[in-house]
């Protein structure tokens, strides 16, 4: 007998390789010290500390930086199915400063997902409190 949750099990497994195929050649995330640190269906966590190259005339993070981990975070957490899916827009609120050194965890959460459309959630904190939050817009292409 199979047990209730083994299909959540399979679907975790499944998802989970989906996000490290994806990972794997992703160089743009990687090359901003990117660390993937978890994927479900529909889910992910992203980290990233932020760097010297990070930071911006104001001595606090660049706000393309923030944006740019909370993207990968929504990135995984839409391709967790295994098809090719992309982001047809995003708006981000900063909610507090991030400054050199802070390491910034990104939690990416599938909201509504039809067809071939999908919205996410995504927080990105510090020590727990959040500092950016990240709405993206995902489509699957055919």
Not at 26 to 55: F, H, I, N, Q, Y
Not at 95 to 113: F, H
Request: hydrophobic share 50%.
């Amino acid at each position: 007998m199979v047990s209730d949750d083994a299909p959540d099990a399979q679907d975790a497994a499944t998802a989970l390789h989906h996000a490290e195929a994806m990972w794997a050649s992703d160089v743009a995330s990687k090359t901003l010290g990117m660390e993937l640190r978890e994927a479900a269906p529909g889910r992910a966590v992203l980290a990233m500390t932020v760097r010297p190259d990070m930071v911006n005339g104001h001595d606090i993070a660049h706000g393309a930086m923030i944006a740019a981990l909370a993207d990968s975070a929504f990135a995984v957490a839409c391709n967790s199915y295994g098809r090719t899916t992309v982001a047809a827009g995003f708006e981000i609120d900063f909610l507090e400063p991030v400054r050199l050194g802070d390491q910034l965890v990104a939690m990416a959460v599938e909201r509504w997902r039809r067809g071939r459309s999908g919205i996410y959630d995504v927080a990105v904190s510090r020590d727990g409190i959040v500092v950016a939050e990240f709405r993206g817009r995902s489509r699957t292409l055919r």
